[in-house]
Every structure is written in structure tokens, then in C-alpha cells.
């Protein structure tokens, strides 16, 4: 057992987001997403999330087309999570479930701007806080992202949710004999390239003692039980 967390950040990708489908929402994915969030702060867990914008526009990609340069492409990436975020707040306000959006981007009328002050103030209040539109500043990936609120809100650790039920030696889908890891430190990450997420966002976790879980977002309750301390999916720290 880890120790229990009661503040979570929980990173979904954007591709997560559109299910089986190549791009767009998938509504039933949003509203189970939703009920395990709802899941674990009716038990008292503290949950802030980040979300990506891959299922609507990657930057990176259209920039290398030659279309936009990337500081453009980067903005309009940003923007793509603050759409996915909408979305999803929506879905949770409709379940019942009190949700706020704060953005990282100026978008008066539409989202609140983003201070750890008032994330604080809104999960103590028992909200789920959506933090849209990256870092606000190009070059920087959403895991890198959230790793930077986690530090900046006090959240006790980061879940990752993704396809697979952890980290890998190697692609499994390709690799029939990769090996998955139950724990690793963060130093091994870095070591042995695993690409969990980049560089950045790894040491900032590093650097500031944060733990990572990358675990399957279609485990039932998986959300709740990490934050309670069960040990699913892969865990990364300062000792594996």
C-alpha cells in the first residue's frame, strides 16, 4: 500500500477522450470518466484534472507541415484543451457534480483564469477543478503541465491515465515479451527512456518528491483506489 492522497491530479489524454473513434468526444467515455471521478471525491478525495487536446488538434504536427509556425500551432493546441475541458465540465455539472474550469489562457467570459490560490480554495470546497490550456506558454507539453499544477496546488500525486494497465520495457502491442513494471524510480524513467512522459515533467516530479501512477483509465475505480493507496498500474518515485 502507498500512502493515501487527498488531493489528487488526474491527467487524461485527449486521445482518451475519443474512445475508439481517431478524433472528437466520445459521450460514453466523458460520462464514465466522470462517475469515477464523482467516485472518488464523494469519498472525500480532493481531485484536480488536466486534459490534453490530442483528440482535436495536435500543434506540433500542423507546425511540421509548414502551415503555422509552432508557437501558432502550440496556441492552437492549448486552445484544444480548453475545448475538451468545456466539454467535460459540462458533463460533470450535469451529473450533478459541482466543476469549475480555469484556464492558463485569458478567456474572459469563458473560463476562469488559473491561480493555485483559487484552485485550492475551489477543491477545499469540494469541487472538481478542470485546469485547461496547458502552461500557457508554447514548447510545453500537458504532462508537463500537470505535473507543474500538481506542485503548484499541493496535490500529493499525479495519475496518469492511459490505454494500458502501466509502464513497459517496451511497446507491448509490438513487443509480446516487454515486461511491466509495478514500480519505478524516477531516475530509471530517465535511464532507460521509457517515454513515460517527457523529460520535463519528470524531473519536475523528481524535484519536488511527487509521485506518478500510470495506470489503465478502463479499470473500474481506479481513481479512488490509487488515492486510497492501492497499488495498480505503475508507480514512480524517488525509491522503486
Not at 92 to 120: H, N, Q, Y
Not at 140 to 161: M, N, P, W
Request: net charge negative.
Amino acid at each position: 500500500m502507498a500512502e493515501p492522497a487527498r488531493r489528487i491530479l488526474l491527467k487524461l489524454s485527449g486521445e482518451a477522450l475519443a474512445g475508439e473513434a481517431e478524433f472528437g468526444l466520445d459521450e460514453t467515455v466523458l460520462r464514465r470518466l466522470a462517475a469515477e471521478v464523482d467516485d472518488a471525491r464523494s469519498s472525500g478525495i480532493q481531485v484536480a484534472i488536466v486534459l490534453g487536446g490530442g483528440n482535436l488538434f495536435r500543434g506540433e504536427q500542423i507546425a511540421r507541415m509548414g502551415l503555422v509556425d509552432r508557437v501558432t500551432g502550440d496556441h492552437m493546441g492549448m486552445l484544444a484543451t480548453v475545448m475538451n475541458a468545456l466539454a467535460f465540465r459540462d458533463v460533470l455539472t450535469a451529473l450533478g457534480i459541482p466543476a469549475t474550469l480555469l484556464s492558463a489562457l485569458a478567456l474572459t467570459g469563458i473560463a476562469e483564469g488559473f491561480s493555485a490560490r483559487r484552485a485550492a480554495a475551489l477543491l477545499d470546497a469540494g469541487e472538481v477543478v478542470l485546469l485547461a490550456g496547458g502552461t500557457g506558454n508554447p514548447f510545453f507539453t500537458t504532462d508537463s503541465a500537470a505535473c507543474l499544477r500538481a506542485v503548484e496546488i499541493g496535490a500529493q500525486v499525479v495519475l496518469k491515465a492511459t490505454k494500458v494497465d502501466g509502464v513497459y520495457s517496451a511497446d507491448p502491442a509490438r513487443d509480446p515479451s516487454a515486461r511491466r513494471f509495478d514500480k519505478l524510480s524516477y531516475d530509471d524513467v530517465i535511464r532507460r527512456n521509457l517515454r513515460v512522459m517527457d523529460l520535463t515533467a519528470i524531473c519536475l516530479c523528481r524535484d519536488n518528491n511527487l509521485p506518478i501512477v500510470v495506470f489503465d483509465m478502463a479499470t473500474v475505480g481506479a481513481v479512488k483506489r490509487i488515492a486510497t493507496g492501492e497499488l495498480l498500474g505503475t508507480r514512480i518515485e524517488a525509491h522503486a
